[in-house]
Structure formats: C-alpha cells, structure tokens
C-alpha cells in the first residue's frame, strides 16, 4: 500500500486494508501452491529415501513446512477464491490468539512470580503461640507429654480394623496423660464400634454417644450392606466422674462434606458445639490423629491452647499453613 494514499474517511481506509489482506493472502495462496507443485516435482526425480536429505541440503525450510506446501498443491481446487476467502480472515485470527496466549503467559509468569513471593512471606510467619504441631507417632510422641497435663483429648482415629493398635494405645495413653475429669473425645466408624467400646472401656468410663447425623450422600457400609445415615461421636471421661454443667442435645446436624484438604476430613462447624460444652477457653487440646488440623484450628478459634500430632509430612505441612493463614485471634 502507497503511504501517500489519501482516503475519504477512516472507514474507506478500514475496508481498503482488509481488501488488501486478502488479497495479500491469495498471493501468498497462489505461491504455497507453486512451491508445492514444484517440490512434487523435485521429489519425483530423487530415489525413495533421498527426499528429507535433499530437504536438508537445499531448502531453507524444514519437512513439515515441504509438507504444508504439498498439501496445499494437492487441495488446490478446494481453495478457490469464495471458499478460501475466511482464511485470510482466519490468519489475523491466528496473530490475535498468538498475542493473547503470549500475553496470557506473561501473566502466568508474574502470577507465578508473586506466588513464590507470598510462599516466601509465608513460611516467615511462625505459629500461633498457643499452638504446637508435632510430627510422628502418637504413641512416641506421647512419651513426651507429661502425666495428668491434657485437659481434654478430641480426634478422628482410622477406623479400618488394621489400626486396632492405634485405638488401644489410645485408650491407655489417654489414661495416663487426661487430667482428673477429662474427657476424651473421639469420631468411630460402625462396623468395629463393639470394638472400640471394649477398648476404650478397659481405660476410661464412657459418658455418651452423639449421633453425626450425614447429611448429603450416604456411604455404603460394603461388608454389611447398610447404607450408614450418621457417625457415631464417642465421649469418655477420665475418673473420677463429672457431668458437664450445660444441657446438651445429642444430635448433631451434619453441615456437608469438606474433603478438600484431606479424604477423612470432618466439618469444622460439626465439632464446635462439643468443644464449647466439655472444654473451657484456655484448656489444653490435644489432637493424636490431626491429619489435616480441623479439630485443632476449630479449636484454636474457640481459644484453646492446641498440641496437634500426626506422622505424615504432607498433613504437617497442611496444618502449619492452616495456622499461618488464620488471622490472629
């Protein structure tokens, strides 16, 4: 186009230069058509296995682009003017998504660059002073904990038979380390439940049973075929025995599922009210099985002083960001 070409109005020059772009197109159209004739060829005098040497030693292009061009030659007849007139359009649309996934990468890197920047800032927060996260075994890790000094023990053991053990250390450690009238405090599974009332009986004397009551899906008990409606929330007091002053209802209303941070995870709102009734601000909580901190955090809200314990690195790590990222109290 002449730079001196004066146009009537800024329309007339919009649709002179689309006129030109297509007919921009056409041109390079008729010429990918020469180059893939001529290629055809040149491909017919070589030998089989001479073409992608014969490539290499005189194009300026690769064999994907020879490809294109062969490909265009052979549908020439598809690519007349009317039909193929979009495609001119569509390499603008080309140079526009290109433009957009580069801009689109440029925000990708400086959203990733302040990502790190936050991670950073982070990880120099520390812990809320009230709180302490320990990684290992419940039953070492116990050994640290002095007798008599837990005011109240609230978790969600595993409830597959296998972890039997961890359930028996439960109760016996519980003993030991629950101060005169503490109570602990602990979500079950039904198939085994028999079970875990032999064992937490052998140390603790059972003070209730609270209905979880699901709500959402139901989950299939396989072995039994039974539909499971509720979790069964287990309450044992260390002796001597004392009832709680608060009335209390022993249904609780399950408020949905949340998962996102760990599979066993429980509903934080679920657990508040039991935590309010049978603890007081300023109590120690301690959490043996904390997988991804609920029962921690929900207590550290209601201010109580926390020890959360568990033997995998990744709900260590959870937990600690949980803490980080809850605003001071």
């Not at 146009?7 to 007919?23: A, G, P, R, T």
């Not at 001529?38 to 064999?63: P, R, V």
């Not at 969600?156 to 101060?179: A, G, Q, T």
């Not at 408020?255 to 109590?283: C, M, V, Y």
Request: some cysteine; proline content about 4%.
């Amino acid at each position: 186009m002449n730079e001196l070409t004066i146009y009537k109005n800024s329309i007339d020059e919009i649709n002179q230069l689309h006129k030109e772009i297509q007919q921009g197109f056409y041109n390079a159209l008729d010429k990918g058509k020469r180059i893939g004739y001529l290629l055809n060829q040149e491909k017919a005098k070589l030998k089989h296995g001479e073409w992608l040497l014969w490539i290499d030693k005189n194009l300026t292009f690769g064999e994907r682009q020879a490809q294109k061009y062969r490909f265009i030659y052979k549908n020439r007849k598809l690519l007349n003017t009317n039909s193929s007139s979009h495609l001119a359009l569509s390499s603008i649309n080309v140079a526009t998504s290109e433009i957009r996934l580069m801009k689109k990468g440029q925000k990708k890197k400086k959203i990733d660059a302040e990502n790190k920047l936050k991670e950073k800032e982070f990880e120099k927060l520390s812990l809320p002073e009230t709180v302490k996260v320990w990684k290992g075994k419940f039953k070492t890790q116990s050994k640290k904990i002095p007798s008599n000094s837990v005011d109240a023990i609230i978790t969600d053991p595993p409830y597959s038979e296998k972890y039997s053990e961890d359930w028996r250390d439960l109760s016996r450690i519980s003993k030991r380390i629950l101060k005169p009238y503490g109570f602990l405090i602990t979500y079950s599974g039904i198939l085994n439940l028999n079970k875990v009332f032999k064992t937490l009986d052998k140390n603790l004397k059972f003070y209730w049973q609270f209905i979880l009551l699901h709500s959402g899906t139901k989950q299939l008990i396989n072995p039994r075929n039974i539909f499971c409606n509720y979790k069964p929330i287990l309450v044992y007091q260390k002796e001597p025995f004392k009832r709680i002053h608060n009335k209390l209802d022993d249904l609780v209303i399950g408020s949905g599922r949340e998962k996102d941070k760990h599979p066993w995870q429980q509903a934080e709102k679920e657990i508040k009210s039991l935590i309010k009734n049978f603890t007081r601000p300023k109590d120690l909580i301690l959490d043996p099985f904390a997988g991804s901190g609920t029962i921690p955090v929900a207590c550290h809200k209601l201010k109580r002083r926390v020890l959360a314990i568990d033997d995998k690195n990744k709900n260590i790590e959870e937990i600690e960001k949980r803490f980080k990222g809850l605003k001071k109290l």
